[in-house]
């Protein structure tokens, strides 16, 4: 009873899910019935309240669209219990679709061929808004995301930022308590990012909506999220303060250069900084804090063709590994 | 509450209809399009004319008999592209990641696949020229309509729809467990297209058999169409078969809908 009152306070509850794909090996023959266990998730635990604006963040395969397909209802768990809002989100597909807004990268809501209000007009009918109901989040949704000058406008003819902009409105025309977007901002010019994270913050605030965001690039939660997971292979390895996520980003970086002539540079070194992949012609480092001086005359003196300098995500994970060996003293 | 329920839905088929349509105005030449599927049609029939032309009957079917089985077919299968044409679209929609969107909405998912599919266009032509064909040759054959004969024509027809859904859906759903159905439902086509389109008992024993057991689509225009053109002694096994297109609709539908609830509980454990 006791236990139960305080899982209340959770809007989504995740508790010791994991999630196992069985796919058939490809490589044998086709009639074979050989089959090869995937954990795409492994055991995950997290607790979500009403208001919070979590990031997911993780490389490819660590289980983040997994997790957000479980929480839609769209997949069931393997092991373990899921609740949002107060259900089991796959076995009650109907009334979560009615708690949760979803977008799952560029796929589009919206009708190819028709002008944008036609999308809204069967929307409303599909989650059964009353006129009132409907006419009031769509003028806000109008207004907010800049969509009144489009409506009549064939979807085709949209721009990308545009689409995006108008599948963000779909996706919560029924004004839901949470709501999921995974990878929604893949290629999308940043003025128009700007007025979306704006469009977020803006319900995650005054509508103490939700969120649950998935992405692969840290800055994209800088400024959103007020917690983040950072998924691998599975796992949750960091949950926490986007900050102390931050300083960690700061700890490590890659920089990653392309030499015009690699003979010359076959045995190259640099102070500060570690090799450590090479690729033809093209070399990274790992180097911690600022961008030692000794790499800067480098690049200076080298004939480069390309470089970047990079915080990639499997550094940060590799990083936050170290830490815990460290702390733990032992392997995790 | 059933009933408000029932009119809800059907009030989105009809909405899904509706934005089909306008889609479809939203293209140029939808006048051309919708002329050339009529006479794709009319050279369907003209080339089973010009073979029956050169044998007047075969095994005891007239030509104005195979008409009538002709449009009785072709009336099944525009209401079937009306409503149902998904039925055999289910891979693409589990590619693409579209059945996700439809799991996250508050619709009963095989209606939501129906209702997205639903569309006008698709059968326009064969909802004009299947019935015209039913009433020419019936004029043509003289025939006597009872009321019962039309009742029975009536169910049959829908029966037809159901043997035509449930068998498309089936196959479909294999989509659920290895992504790719839509080369199944190609063949599935064939046999629709080129079986039907003649007497059941013009081909072998084997077959009959087989369309009437395994995919029953002789139910769809063979069985029924011996029923009201009094050719029940012809008909494989039992002569009652006549009378099961019905029956034989509702059970394959229940049985398709089964196999779509197991593939989609499958999709729900494993992604595919």
């Known amino acids: 009873m006791h236990k139960d009152k305080k899982n209340d306070r959770y809007i989504i509850s995740f508790k010791n899910v994991t999630k196992i794909f069985k796919t058939r090996k490809r490589e044998k023959s086709w009639f074979s019935r050989e089959y090869e266990m995937k954990k795409a998730v492994d055991n995950i635990s997290f607790f979500v309240r009403k208001g919070e604006f979590v990031g997911l963040l993780g490389a490819n395969g660590g289980g983040k669209s997994t997790t957000v397909k479980m929480l839609s209802g769209i997949l069931s768990p393997t092991e373990g219990e899921i609740?949002?809002?107060?259900?089991?989100?796959?076995?009650?597909?109907?009334?979560?679709?009615?708690?949760?807004?979803a977008m799952f990268g560029q796929r589009s809501q919206l009708w190819w061929d028709l002008p944008l209000i036609e999308t809204f007009k069967i929307l409303r009918h599909i989650y059964r808004l009353s006129d009132d109901e409907f006419r009031k989040n769509f003028e806000i949704l109008c207004d907010v995301l800049e969509l009144r000058r489009i409506l009549n406008v064939p979807v085709r003819e949209l721009?990308?930022?545009?689409?995006?902009?108008?599948?963000?409105?779909?996706?919560?025309?029924?004004?839901?308590?949470?709501?999921?977007?995974?990878?929604?901002?893949?290629?999308?010019?940043?003025?128009?990012?700007?007025?979306?994270?704006?469009?977020?913050?803006?319900?995650?605030?005054?509508?103490?909506?939700?969120?649950?965001?998935?992405?692969?690039?840290?800055?994209?939660?800088?400024?959103?999220?007020?917690?983040?997971?950072?998924?691998?292979?599975?796992?949750i390895v960091y949950d926490g303060d986007v900050f102390d996520l931050k300083k960690k980003?700061?700890?490590?970086?890659?920089?990653?250069?392309?030499?015009?002539?690699?003979?010359?540079?076959?045995?190259?070194?640099?102070?500060?900084?570690?090799?450590?992949?090479?690729?033809?012609?093209?070399?990274?480092?790992?180097?911690?804090?600022?961008?030692?001086?000794?790499?800067?005359?480098?690049?200076?003196?080298?004939?480069?063709?390309?470089?970047?300098?990079t915080e990639d995500i499997e550094e940060i994970v590799a990083s936050i590994y170290k830490d815990l060996e460290e702390k733990n003293g032992q392997s995790f | 509450m059933s009933q408000k329920c029932f009119s809800y839905y059907l009030k989105t088929y009809w909405l899904f209809l509706k934005i089909d349509l306008k889609a479809?105005?939203?293209?140029?030449?939808?006048?051309?399009?919708?002329?050339?599927?009529?006479?794709?049609?009319?050279?369907?029939?003209?080339?089973?004319?010009?073979?029956?032309?050169?044998?007047?009957?075969?095994k005891g079917w007239t030509i104005w008999e195979v008409v009538?089985?002709?449009?009785?077919?072709?009336?099944?299968?525009?209401?079937?592209?009306?409503?149902?044409?998904?039925?055999?679209?289910?891979?693409?929609?589990?590619?693409?990641?579209?059945?996700?969107?439809?799991?996250?909405?508050?619709?009963?998912?095989?209606?939501?696949?129906?209702?997205?599919?639903?569309?006008?266009?698709?059968?326009?032509?064969?909802?004009?020229?299947?019935?015209?064909?039913?009433?020419?040759?019936?004029?043509?054959?003289?025939?006597?309509?009872?009321?019962?004969?039309?009742?029975?024509?009536?169910?049959?027809?829908?029966?037809?729809?159901?043997?035509?859904?449930?068998?498309?859906?089936?196959?479909?759903?294999?989509?659920?467990?290895?992504?790719?159905?839509?080369?199944?439902?190609?063949?599935?086509?064939?046999?629709?297209?080129?079986f039907l389109n003649y007497p059941l008992n013009i081909y072998g024993k084997g077959i009959q058999f087989m369309l009437s057991f395994i995919l029953p689509l002789a139910f769809i225009n063979y069985f029924p169409s011996c029923f009201i053109l009094d050719k029940t002694k012809e008909v494989i096994i039992s002569p009652f078969l006549v009378y099961l297109s019905p029956l034989v609709g509702i059970l394959t539908m229940l049985g398709a809908y089964q196999i779509w609830k197991f593939g989609l509980k499958n999709y729900a454990s494993t992604g595919t």
């Not at chain 2, 105005?25 to 080339?47: H, N």
């Open chain 1, 83 to 101: 609740r949002v809002n107060g259900i089991i989100p796959y076995k009650q597909r109907k009334q979560n679709s009615y708690n949760i807004g």
């Open chain 2, 68 to 194: 009538f089985l002709y449009g009785l077919k072709q009336l099944v299968v525009a209401i079937y592209a009306f409503f149902f044409d998904n039925a055999g679209n289910l891979d693409f929609k589990v590619i693409n990641g579209e059945l996700d969107r439809i799991l996250i909405r508050p619709l009963n998912p095989l209606f939501h696949l129906f209702a997205e599919g639903a569309s006008l266009m698709k059968g326009f032509s064969s909802i004009i020229l299947g019935p015209f064909f039913l009433v020419i040759a019936s004029y043509k054959l003289g025939l006597d309509w009872t009321v019962i004969d039309f009742l029975m024509l009536l169910l049959s027809v829908l029966g037809g729809v159901g043997v035509l859904t449930g068998v498309s859906l089936s196959f479909s759903s294999i989509a659920f467990w290895t992504m790719k159905s839509a080369f199944i439902l190609d063949f599935i086509f064939v046999f629709r297209e080129e």
């Open chain 1, 159 to 235: 721009s990308l930022g545009q689409r995006v902009k108008a599948d963000f409105a779909a996706a919560v025309i029924h004004f839901p308590p949470i709501f999921y977007l995974d990878e929604p901002f893949v290629g999308i010019d940043t003025l128009c990012r700007m007025k979306l994270r704006e469009f977020l913050k803006t319900i995650n605030i005054e509508r103490k909506t939700t969120i649950i965001l998935v992405t692969h690039n840290v800055k994209e939660i800088e400024g959103l999220c007020s917690r983040v997971f950072l998924l691998d292979k599975g796992r």
């Open chain 2, 24 to 58: 479809n105005m939203e293209y140029r030449g939808f006048v051309i399009r919708s002329a050339l599927s009529l006479i794709k049609e009319i050279i369907g029939i003209a080339l089973i004319w010009v073979i029956l032309d050169k044998f007047h009957a075969v």
């Open chain 1, 249 to 309: 980003c700061e700890n490590y970086k890659t920089l990653i250069v392309e030499f015009r002539n690699p003979e010359k540079v076959s045995n190259l070194l640099l102070p500060g900084a570690s090799l450590v992949k090479r690729d033809d012609n093209k070399f990274w480092f790992r180097f911690k804090g600022e961008v030692p001086v000794e790499i800067v005359n480098f690049i200076v003196d080298s004939q480069i063709s390309n470089f970047t300098i």
